[in-house]
């Protein structure tokens, strides 16, 4: 069983940081990617950021130049540094690997961005 736990989210004011943490219950490298997903209230849950096995780098156009994406396989997790918030960022933010069309995911860390 594969378990994704989540940490880092938080209350912060516009124009401040964050880092999320995801820390992966098997080796990262198991999978073919590792990522950030998050969800506003509504029911679309859109992808924020994720690295696949060969350590290329995905954005939502949204994100690019604010947040970067990280990881650390000795420790089996994976970062989220958020710097720049604003008020459109707040959503609950989701860990998610998959090994082909399987996925997992964390039970979820909210952000609240207040303007």
């Known amino acids: 069983q594969v378990q994704l736990v989540e940490s880092g989210g938080g209350l912060v004011q516009a124009g401040g940081s964050l880092r999320l943490s995801c820390a992966v219950s098997r080796n990262i490298f198991d999978f073919n990617a590792v990522g950030w997903y998050r969800q506003a209230p509504g029911p679309q849950r859109e992808l924020v950021a994720d690295?696949?096995?060969?350590?290329?780098?995905k954005y939502a156009d949204s994100v690019k130049g604010r947040f970067s994406i990280s990881r650390n396989s000795a420790e089996n997790t994976i970062y989220l540094q958020m710097n720049s918030l604003k008020p459109e960022d707040t959503a609950v933010y989701y860990c998610?690997?998959?090994?082909?069309?399987?996925?997992?995911w964390g039970q979820g860390t909210q952000v609240t961005v207040s303007s």
């Open positions: 690295i696949n096995v060969g350590g290329v780098r």
């Open positions: 998610r690997a998959n090994v082909l069309r399987t996925e997992y």
